[in-house]
Nanobody, 118 residues
């Protein structure tokens, strides 16, 4: 049974930091491309950060230099360190996995809410 469970969301003020975690099980984490997505009310889902099996990373322009994605293959866990948070970062954040099927993100968590107040 595939499970992705996000945690670490919450409410912070502008300029604050949060660290999201995504604990996973039931699929080959080490061989999966992992990503963080977010979706704000009334907006399209956005791919925020991606980490490949080589540990190379990509970021949306809107978060580059402020967010850092990482993975711990020994713990099957994905992380997103978010610094210098802005109100526009407010959204539900989801982790996703391709399960080895090259960016076909077929496994999703339930999401964790991040709210940034000005």
């Amino acid at each position: 049974q595939v499970q992705l469970v996000e945690s670490g969301g919450g409410s912070v003020q502008t300029g604050g930091s949060l660290r999201l975690s995504c604990a996973t099980s039931g699929f080959d984490f080490r061989r999966s491309v992992m990503a963080w997505f977010r979706q704000a009310p009334g907006k399209e889902r956005e791919e925020v950060a991606t980490i490949y099996t080589t540990s190379s990373t990509t970021y949306a322009t809107s978060v580059k230099g402020r967010f850092a994605i990482s993975r711990d293959n020994a713990k099957n866990t994905l992380y997103l360190q978010m610094n210098s948070l802005k109100p526009e970062d407010t959204a539900m954040y989801y982790c996703a996995a391709d399960g080895g099927s090259w960016r076909d993100f077929k496994y999703w968590g339930q999401g964790t809410q991040v709210t940034v107040s000005s």
